[in-house]
């Protein structure tokens, strides 16, 4: 039984269609063959032409090494790295909040001393 993956969002596959055209351009800015890309990264013409199209389905290893033939292996560590949500969701909870007062339990009489009062 083949192995089916959910849906993607609308919003996602536009953003992967979009990084498929990037690297698409980029290779034409370089005037680099499709052939050639893909030998450099490992992967046959139908998995370049996959990723061109931005295809969920190819790995992102398979991504990471076609930019590398096109010298852009250093754009992955700007991927995820400017977290907006991520630092404000962090703030919130690392402000100080006030704190309850402490109880403390009522003074218990003083115990019977076991010395003679001075006359």
């Not at 849906?7 to 979009?18: C, H, K, N, S």
């Not at 370049?48 to 096109?70: H, K, M, T």
């Not at 006030?98 to 006359?119: D, F, I, M, N, W």
């Amino acid at each position: 039984m083949p192995r089916t993956s959910p849906p993607l969002l609308p919003r996602l596959a536009r953003l992967l269609t979009g990084l498929g055209e990037h690297v698409r351009k980029a290779r034409l800015r370089r005037a680099y063959s499709a052939d050639t890309v893909a030998q450099r990264a490992g992967i046959t013409r139908k998995t370049l032409s996959r990723v061109e199209q931005g295809d969920p389905a190819v790995a992102l290893g398979i991504y990471a090494r076609v930019l590398q033939a096109l010298g852009l292996e250093n754009d992955l560590a700007s991927l995820a790295k400017d977290d907006a949500l991520g630092r404000k969701l962090q703030d919130a909870a690392l402000e100080a909040r006030p704190r309850a007062r402490r109880r403390r339990p009522p003074a218990a009489p003083a115990p019977p001393s076991s010395k003679p009062e001075p006359e």
